[in-house]
Nanobody
């Protein structure tokens, strides 16, 4: 099982980026997929998740209304569209997945079995 995250970069405040997470070795539709981020000196925090099969989505309050998580089954890829970025969004973003996760655990990074390598997002003011 491998996850490959990409799409990070440098963007000005108010701008947008789209992160991608491609999976190999399993099907995203059978797993919960989450995006987490970790800023320097801070703990890894939950950003968004999309649930298996039904595709229900969940967001941290800090990104609700600005970020959108989505899934493209034909490409086995999950996206994180990030709009109206602020410097507080600067972090390394990770995608993670787990095939057995329950709803109450989606914001807990320790509950995810599989992780991508992270992609850096830097938002300048």
């Amino acid at each position: 099982v491998q996850l490959q995250a990409s799409g990070g970069g440098l963007v000005q405040a108010g701008g947008s980026l789209r992160l991608s997470c491609v999976a190999s070795g399993f099907t995203f539709a059978d797993a919960v997929v989450g995006w987490f981020r970790q800023a320097p000196g801070k703990e890894r925090e939950f950003v968004a998740a999309i649930f298996r099969r039904g595709g229900h989505t969940y967001y941290a309050d800090s990104v609700k209304g600005r970020f959108t998580i989505s899934r493209e089954k034909s490409k086995n890829t999950v996206y994180l569209q990030m709009n109206r970025l602020t410097p507080e969004d600067t972090a390394v973003y990770y995608c993670a997945a787990d095939s057995r996760l329950i709803l109450s655990s989606i914001a807990m990074p320790e509950q995810y079995d599989w992780w991508g390598q992270g992609t850096l997002v830097t938002v300048s003011s």
